[in-house]
């Protein structure tokens, strides 16, 4: 079993950066691919970001590219989303998610593993 916990999330101001974290406690993270989804009010769940642990390769929702960094610290067992000049649509509960690697699956389906969600709320 694997228990992820997401934090970060908040209110910020069009342009500003935030970044979530999330803390991932149970087995050892090989091989797991870690990822964050978000949901905005009466939308689906989407994929935002995607990393393999062990490899460290990673993936980018490709409108999100330029804006969007994942990253981990597996010594902390902690994964990152750092997303800079946020948007009024960025607005969204943000979701931690793991599930088995290698490959880097975009849908929600495909994970085994989720965190409660963190809310973040970007206002002009």
């Known amino acids: 079993q694997v228990s992820l916990v997401e934090s970060g999330g908040g209110s910020v101001q069009a342009g500003g950066s935030l970044t979530l974290s999330c803390v991932v406690d149970?087995?050892?993270?090989?091989?797991?691919?870690m990822a964050w989804f978000r949901q905005g009010s009466g939308k689906e769940r989407e994929f935002v970001a995607g990393?393999?642990?062990?490899?460290?390769?990673?993936e980018i929702r490709d409108f999100l590219e330029g804006r969007v960094t994942i990253s981990r610290d597996d010594a902390k067992k902690m994964l990152y989303l750092q997303v800079n000049d946020l948007k009024l649509e960025d607005t969204a509960d943000y979701y931690c998610?793991?599930?088995?690697?290698?490959?880097?699956?975009?849908?929600?389906?495909?994970?085994?593993?989720w965190g409660q969600g963190t809310q973040v709320t970007v206002s002009s």
């Open positions: 149970g087995h050892a993270l090989y091989p797991y691919v």
């Open positions: 998610a793991a599930t088995f690697g290698p490959v880097v699956p975009r849908m929600v389906s495909q994970y085994l593993y």
């Open positions: 990393i393999n642990w062990n490899a460290g390769n990673s």
